[in-house]
Every structure is written in C-alpha cells, then in structure tokens.
C-alpha cells in the first residue's frame, strides 16, 4: 500500500481527465471529489472507482462535456435533465442548486433524471451540512438487489443519505439498502472470514453469513429483510417520478452500461429557521445522549470519517500499488 | 373476536371522545382514524390502542382541546406547536397543511413540536397519497431501542412513513426502526413461535429468534444493525431541529407519558409535476417490474392494507370481545 499526497494524486486525475477531453475547471472538480472520497476512507467510491468511471467515458456511457438543463421549475422543487454528464459533477450541482432554492424558500428539491453513478453519495451530504444545510439525497441504481421473498434482483440498492450539520462534526448517514455491497462481500470473502451477521442467502435459500456463498447465489440482503426492500422500492419511485427519469428496471444491468439514474436532492435551511447555537446545541445534545448508552462502544454516522480524513492528510491517502500504477498509465 | 360494523365502531369511540369533552366534530375525526387504522388490518395502532389513549386523556398527557399553532414560516417550512393536542389530529391537520403549501410551491414541509403519539403512522401517508401527492413522515419516540453497540435503549425506533400516489393502490411504506415492535414479540412469544429472523438479543447478548428472550433483555434489533441505528438517529435529529421540539433523550421514558414528541410530514405536489396518466405509468410499471420478480412470492408497501380493507368493511372489523366490552364500560 502506496501513500500517496492528497494534492498529488487530484492532480494526477485531473490531468488524465484533462487529457480525456475535460474543460480543465471541471477535471478539477470531478477528481478533487474522488480524491476527497478516498481521502475520508470510503475506499471502494473513491480513487478505486476512478478507472471504471475512465472506462465509461470511453464507451460513452458518460458525456464529459454534458452539463445539467433545467426543465421544470414548480417553486421550491425543480426538474433537471443530467444529460448523461459525469455522476458526481450533477450531483455537486444538484445539491447546490437545491441549497441555493432552500436559501429564499426554506426548503429545496431539485429531482435530477438522466444523470450517471454519483461515487460517494456521502459527498452531497457533506456538501450540505458543510453549507449549515440539512441534506437529503438518494439515487436509484441497476437492480441489484432481490426484493423480499423473491429470488432475482429486481430493485436497486439505492443509496440514501441523511446529513445534518454540527459544528463539533456533521452526522452523515449514507447508506445503501443491501446490508453488503458487493464490495464488502468480495472483501471479506478475501479475508476468509464469515460476516459478522446475515448478509444474504446460500444457494439453498438459507440466510449466511458465508460472504462467498452469497456472491455465488447473487442474493445479498436487504437491511430489515422486508423494510429495506420496501425502502428500496419507494426511493426508486420517488426518484423516477419526481425526475421523470428512469426507474430501476429500466436501467441497463451492465455495471459499465449503467446510465440514466434519477436522483434527489433536498436542502432544508436550518440557519434560517434557528439560531446556530441552538441547532449545535440540540445536535451535541442529541450525539452525547446516543454515544453514552456505551461510551466508546457506539459511533454516530460519519463519526470515523474526519478521523480518517485527518489520518490520511497527514499520513497520505492509502492506494493500492496497481491501482497508483494503473492510474499512470491512463 | 367479534366483527363489528365500521359506522358503529366510530360512533362508539366518537361517543366516549364527546364525553371526556371532545368537541364533536374533533371526536368524529378522532375517533375514525382509530377505526380505519383497525379497518385496515393494522390492529395494534387502532382500537387496540385507543384504551392508552383513553388514558393518556386522563392523566393529562393530552390536552383534547388544544390545536396546533403556526410558530414559524420560511417559505415552503413551517413550524407548528402541537401543544400537547391529541396526536392523530395534529399529525393530520399537519399533513394536511404541508398538502396546501405544496400546492403552491411544488414542496410542502411541516415541522410539528409537542405533539403526541400519532397511531398508525401510515394514516398521513394514505392521506397524502389520496390527495395524489407524495408524502413523507416520520415522528420521534421514547428511547426504546438500543443503538448498534449498546445494551440499552438510547435512540427511538421513529416510524417512517413514505406513500406514493398510484391509482391501482398507493405504495405505502410504513415502517419502525426496529425489526419488531414489542407489540409484534408479544404477539409471537403467546404463539410459542421463533421469530422468521433475528430480532434482537438474549440476556448473553447473542442474537435469537426467541421472541420472549428479546422482551426479557430489551434488546431489539435495529432494521440492518447499525444502519437502522443510525437512521434512527438521524431522523430524531431532523425532527427536533426543524421542528425546535424535543429529542428522544428529552421524552419521558413511561409509555403512558411519552408526550411532546417532534414530527415532520412533507408532501411534493406529484400532479403538478406530470400528468396523472404519465405517473401512474411510471408507478404501475415499478410494481410490476417488482413483483414479476417471483409472482405470488413478493409484496409492495401497503398491498395488503387494500385488500385487508375491503373484507374488514365487508365482514364488520375484528375485535377481542374484551376490548369491546372495555370501550362500552369507557
């Protein structure tokens, strides 16, 4: 394992983006928010991803020079049409725009449909809550996932994040709706290791914790069995009818074809409804009463990330040998 | 169990409703929220519940003559004060009022402060769902689930509640954070069953199917672990800032006190957005996409409330004779 620098390795992505077509401003952007992703520790959406999403520009499953378009504004909600831009840039400016809406009307939507994978959904949530926002944003995705009682995929696992402000340390939920990804399976399954609960089926239809097995039967999860799945199900809903996009079972099943996600943004201004003393107080309040049911035992969403941030500034981001090597070579 | 009629069980709870003092358009309205939670087939929110609220009158805990009041507005947010009225009227005329701000401004947001107890949490999304809007809500509890890492109660399962319109039957999603009410392990442990998964922890804080094990350590398990945990705490977090009302950790821990709880019901004017006939496309194909999945053998969110419904209307709605016979002595 490589440690790389911090401004070392965005400069290293933008430049291949740059070289890939990239107005220069807008490679900045993209690779400061894969470099930022690995930067906080979600390893698998950061630098990690970085060649597939190479590769979708290639096969033009992502236009580079594709901006978002507004279509429809109905007050505080609007509609955008991605145009197949890069994921994460749509989504950046998804979230600022839903801040900027929430800023005169309390509250902002901005339902964006045609839009590519966003990497970390984490970062919008930060965006938000960095802006003293509380964000609200969620994706659907290629169905991934089998719903409750079935054997097949059919939903996505559509990651949702929930993000509130607090100047001692933002709460950042972002959580998918399979209890592993299929990431964490081949993770562990590497390490030799069994699950520490229930992550999916066998090939016989029982429930393991034996992530290879689960890998093999495709049939990981959802978090709460029929919750998750449910949960799943309406995220997608709200996501293709408020964009007008595309809904799970339309999207192409090829990870390196998946295009066309319908996503939501939400910004609701806080600072404008209460003092921010107030709100911090009533958020530290709220954080010391959860971590005091064990201290050092339990940890709130988000909590691990600025300690990791901190780690991988000062120590540089952790990369994996054949990725750095790779990355060179793009 | 009996099989009353529907007219005559909202008439009964309404009569007991005028005698505490209700006026009686308010008991009327009160009253048959409690009957149609019953009507569709979710009994332990319904007249099973009502004897709680009964006394939840009488000992102070709701304030029967008291309407919510409008503290704040920001645009498309506006906080109410629910001043301790009873829950399911305030959760209504909530939803109701984020229905009308959204029909101006696309996006409605009602932040409700000392509230009490709602019933059944998907009433509001019925509600919205019937007015063709999206709807999403959720309500802050009594610390009564433990969060990932702990061994007691510190966070609220928070029900939440997401409904989307859809013609052919609305897709309801109303679910706790924890994998099973206390309600619904007393129901398995009288059966003599194990539950279908995990639900919790034994007194060695191993994970068990054994309802009756779960209800001695007070130890259910959050929807996927640490997600539901962390969902769980995010939720309250929204509620009491947006709302300015209480948190969990502030909520008295007797069930017959739980009062002053922190609400947010939000509606998006769906209708306004897109035609009727193109959303209602949209919806049908999600469901149907999901439930080809494994026909007969999948569900979504709320299928079962219509169908309940309509032979609960048809053969009068299901009562212990002792619970009849307790609301006549009321």
Redesign the interface.
């Known amino acids: 394992m490589l440690r790389v620098p911090f401004p070392e390795l965005a400069a290293t992505l933008s430049g291949i983006l740059v070289r890939t077509g990239f107005d220069p401003a807008r490679a900045d952007h993209c690779a400061r928010l894969f470099a930022e992703t690995t930067r906080d520790g979600v390893y698998s959406h950061g630098v990690e991803r970085f060649p597939r999403f190479f590769e979708m520009i290639r096969n033009g499953s992502v236009d580079i020079h594709a901006t978002p378009e507004r279509v ?1 504004q ?4 609007e ?1 955008w049409d991605g145009r197949r831009g890069p994921g994460n840039l749509n989504a950046w400016s998804s979230m600022a725009r839903a801040i900027e809406l ?1 800023s ?4 902002g ?1 901005v339902a964006l449909a045609n839009t590519n994978h966003w990497m970390r959904g984490g970062t919008y949530g930060w965006q938000a809550a960095d802006a003293a926002m ?1 964000g609200i944003c969620w994706t659907n995705t290629l169905a991934n996932l ?10 996505g696992n559509n990651p949702l994040v ?3 402000p607090r100047p001692a340390g933002p ?1 950042v ?1 972002d ?1 998918a709706m399979s ?1 592993f990804s299929y990431g964490a399976l081949a993770t562990w399954a590497q390490s030799g290791q069994l699950l520490p ?2 992550g999916g089926f066998d090939a016989n239809g029982n ?1 393991t914790r034996d992530p290879a097995a689960i890998e093999a039967s495709q049939r990981p999860l959802p ?3 029929w ?2 799945s ?2 799943a ?6 996501a ?3 964009s ?1 996009g595309l ?3 339309q999207i192409p099943i090829e990870p390196l074809r998946e295009t066309s996600l319908s996503q939501v943004f939400l910004a ?3 600072a ?3 003092p921010p003393e107030e ?1 911090a107080r ?2 530290d ?2 954080v010391e ?2 971590l ?3 201290p050092g ?5 988000g909590e691990q990330v600025l300690k990791t941030r901190t780690e991988n500034l000062a120590l540089g981001l952790p990369l994996r040998e054949a990725l750095w090597a790779e990355l060179r070579r793009l």
């Open positions: 429809q109905l007050g505080a909600i509609r929430s005169e009307r309390g509250i939507c509380i089998p719903p409750w009682g079935a054997p097949v995929a059919a939903v929930i993000a509130v709460v939920l959580m209890q609960v229930d429930l978090i709460g069995y919750k998750g449910g949960l199900m309406v995220l997608d809903m709200m293709a009818l408020l007008g809904a799970t079972h609701f201004n806080l404008k409804l209460c709100s009533t958020a309040a709220i009463s959860v005091a049911s064990n035992g339990v940890r709130y969403p």
